[in-house]
């Protein structure tokens, strides 16, 4: 379905896990292989250079590739007939060192590895674009004030600045563990037939270091064949970014529908049209967004239960990763691109998130002349006081200060001059601005100096 990749992916992330790179992958193994063992004294120095010679994806035919793979249950058992008989039409010696010692499963998951090393530098770039246009907006709006919503009615005002510092504060741990997670999930396979190496003898653990290092991945303590803990991991920090991204997604398409209309998503030609109606202006980007998170759910279960594996290598749960894990990743490039798109040129109506506040007659303040009341009744009398004034408030249609002000109790301890005040949305957004700082210096902080004015 490459004609939705535009849509649901972004083409950076999704060029990571196409077929070409996928072979290329393992093939990069091979050659590192042939390396490292060369240098180690196990194959023949003059074996390697023709091997790493024939090790190019496009040296092989990639529908017998795939067709071979019916059989052999895997890419790389096709894969290294293909790369033997390269090697041993210009080398003959040389082919009889093509995979020396290894398996068809440290092929595949290192050469995953390979691709997962490319998309989380990319990935890292793209969240830093996102973060450093939402710390951007951030700095923008944060004395806007709008509305507070709790069970999808107005609690007490917020600040829009601080609605989206929230998102920042979420996406800045999801920084730091992209950082603290590569050194662990950025790891060689490496185990032979059943993880021991056997075919290597004594030089194992040597040509295992000296394979890592050529390769600049983490060398592990063991083989991982059926401890997917590292696969699940990557996949679960994919999955956790895409969810912080959906809720903004999901906010951002309530505050745009048409009776809220706070917010729009950014104006171009064509965007957001209908195929029916000429006057809509659809939220084609949190659509996308959202669509993507929906299906992750399905995959990550996918990848969950493919945890359960068979003694020393697996049967069926591997398998079920090969496509599952570069599914995830591109529609996590995709929730990315989205994201920022949206971002950078969301419209804003600042007017209308003020007015929003004052639909209720002043009832989002009610909590305010509450505690206010409180210092002279106690909290229980004066949250029944008010509660009943607000109920008549609703029931009357009319605006809660009369109301507040011709109540003999209420009257009694607090003027119209010190009601004013308490009901004003300006006064109430308590620490708000203390939040916002704290995130904007956290981003700072994390080596995202980027200027925050635009």
């Known amino acids: 379905m490459s004609v939705l990749t535009p849509l649901l992916r972004t083409h950076a992330l999704t060029d990571f896990f196409s077929d070409e790179q996928t072979v290329q992958g393992m093939l990069d193994f091979e050659a590192a292989l042939a390396t490292a063992q060369a240098q180690c004294g196990v194959i023949p120095t003059s074996a390697m250079n023709p091997i790493i010679a024939a090790c190019r994806a496009e040296n092989l035919d990639f529908q017998a590739l795939a067709n071979a793979a019916v059989n052999a249950g895997n890419l790389a058992i096709p894969l290294v007939k293909q790369l033997t008989q390269r090697v041993k039409n210009d080398e003959v010696e040389a082919s009889r060192y093509v995979h020396w010692g290894a398996t068809s499963q440290d092929a595949i998951d290192t050469g995953r590895v390979l691709q997962l090393r490319q998309a989380l530098v990319e990935t890292d770039i793209r969240l830093q674009r996102v973060m450093q246009v939402l710390a951007q907006q951030v700095e923008r709006h944060r004395q806007t004030l709008m509305p507070g919503r709790t069970w999808m009615q107005h609690a007490l005002p ?39 190496l056997a075919s290597l003898k004594t030089q194992g653990p040597e040509v295992a270091q000296r394979l890592a290092d050529t390769l600049d991945l983490h060398l592990p303590d063991t083989p991982w064949h059926s401890q997917r803990d590292r696969i699940i991991e990557v996949a679960s920090w994919y999955a956790g970014l895409s969810a912080t991204l959906g809720k903004l997604a999901n906010d951002f398409s309530l505050l745009m529908q048409t009776e809220v209309a706070e917010v729009s998503e ?20 949190c659509a996308a967004i959202l669509a993507a998170v929906q299906r992750t759910p399905g995959l990550m279960a996918t990848l969950y239960a493919s945890q359960i594996q068979q003694h020393e290598r697996a049967l069926g749960g591997w398998q079920a990763e090969w496509e ?4 995830l990743i591109m529609l996590a490039g995709g929730v990315l691109e989205n994201s920022e798109n949206l971002l950078r040129g969301m419209q804003v109506n600042t007017q209308k998130m003020r007015a929003d506040l004052d639909i209720t007659h002043g009832l989002v303040m ?25 109920h008549r408030a609703i029931a009357l249609d009319c605006p809660l200060q009369p109301l507040l002000e011709n109540d003999p109790l209420v009257s009694q301890h607090l003027t119209p001059a010190q009601l004013t005040p308490l009901l004003d949305p300006a006064n109430a957004i308590g620490s708000a601005e203390h939040f916002v700082r704290q995130v904007l210096a956290r981003y700072q902080e994390q080596g995202n100096d980027h200027k925050l004015s635009t």
């Not at 992209?178 to 059943?194: D, H, I, T, Y």
């Not at 599952?324 to 599914?327: A, H, I």
Request: with cysteine; proline share 6%; charged share 20%.
């Open 158 to 196: 917020i600040t829009f600045g601080l609605k989206l510092a929230g998102t920042l504060d979420a996406l800045l741990r999801w920084q730091q563990r992209l950082s603290e997670m590569r050194p662990r999930v950025l790891a060689l396979q490496f185990g032979g037939a059943a993880g021991t």
């Open 266 to 285: 950014p104006v171009a030609e064509g965007r957001g049209g209908s195929s029916a109606m000429p006057h809509k202006r659809n939220p084609v980007s």
């Open 324 to 327: 599952t894990l570069p599914q």
């Open 366 to 390: 009610a909590e305010a002349v509450t505690q206010a009341l409180a210092e002279y009744i106690g909290k229980a009398d004066a949250h029944h006081v008010v509660e009943k004034i607000c």
